[in-house]
């Protein structure tokens, strides 16, 4: 069973950085970490869940959303099994539960709040 662990939320004020990590475990039949694309999502109180970032696991090829774009930088670390989500000039609309995805076994982390506020 892989599972999924975010870390590195918090309270933030607006314009503050934060940075997030995903580390993923458990993988079988030969499969690692590195064999996976990774994605970042978010969920806002009240709102769906909504894609924020992803990175391909062999050319390291990004995603963003437009909300993000610009602000927001996904990496990763495949000899540490981690993925990081890297959020800069954060503002209020960017609060909320950030879940980390591993694409194909279709795994998803318990979330860590960001909460942008002053």
């Known amino acids: 069973q892989i599972q999924v662990v975010e870390s590195g939320g918090g309270l933030v004020q607006p314009g503050g950085s934060l940075r997030l990590s995903c580390v993923a475990s458990?993988?079988?039949?030969?499969?690692?970490?590195?064999?996976?694309?990774m994605s970042w999502y978010r969920q806002a109180p009240g709102k769906e869940r909504e894609f924020v970032a992803s990175?391909?696991?062999?050319?390291?090829?990004?995603r963003y959303a437009d909300s993000v774009k610009g602000r927001f930088t996904i990496s990763r670390d495949n000899a540490r099994s981690t993925v990081y989500l890297q959020m800069d000039r954060l503002t209020p609309d960017d609060t909320a539960v950030y879940y980390c995805?591993?694409?194909?076994?279709?795994?998803w982390g318990q979330g860590t709040q960001v909460t942008v506020s002053s």
């Open positions: 995805f591993v694409q194909g076994p279709a795994a």
């Open positions: 458990g993988f079988t039949h030969g499969y690692t970490f590195r064999h996976y694309d």
């Open positions: 990175i391909t696991n062999v050319y390291l090829d990004t």
